[in-house]
């Protein structure tokens, strides 16, 4: 189901449009798996931290997180 997720998602990007997400760095599954689909760990990140701005809730510490783009920056 995923993997036809990510299909779809790939074929409706217009041209020359790119995307990223953050995955947890301890998640080698979901790296892998976007990996497949062509994405390319960009940077590592502090996950987590971006999530807290606004908000009135207790986050937990940020976890170190990769951020991955889609396609592989060509510069």
């Known amino acids: 189901m995923g ?6 998602l790939h074929a ?7 995307y ?3 995955v947890a760095e301890a998640n080698t ?9 062509g994405l390319v760990v ?3 990140v502090e996950g987590g931290s971006h999530l807290a701005i ?12 990769l951020l991955m783009r889609y396609p592989a920056s060509t510069t």
């Open 54 to 65: 606004g908000t009135k809730v207790d986050v937990p510490p940020p976890a170190p997180a």
């Open 3 to 8: 993997s036809a997720l990510m299909r779809e």
């Open 42 to 44: 960009e940077r590592k």
């Open 29 to 37: 599954d979901a790296q892998a798996f976007y990996q497949r689909h």
């Open 12 to 18: 409706r990007l217009p041209p020359g449009r790119q």
């Open 20 to 22: 990223v997400l953050f």
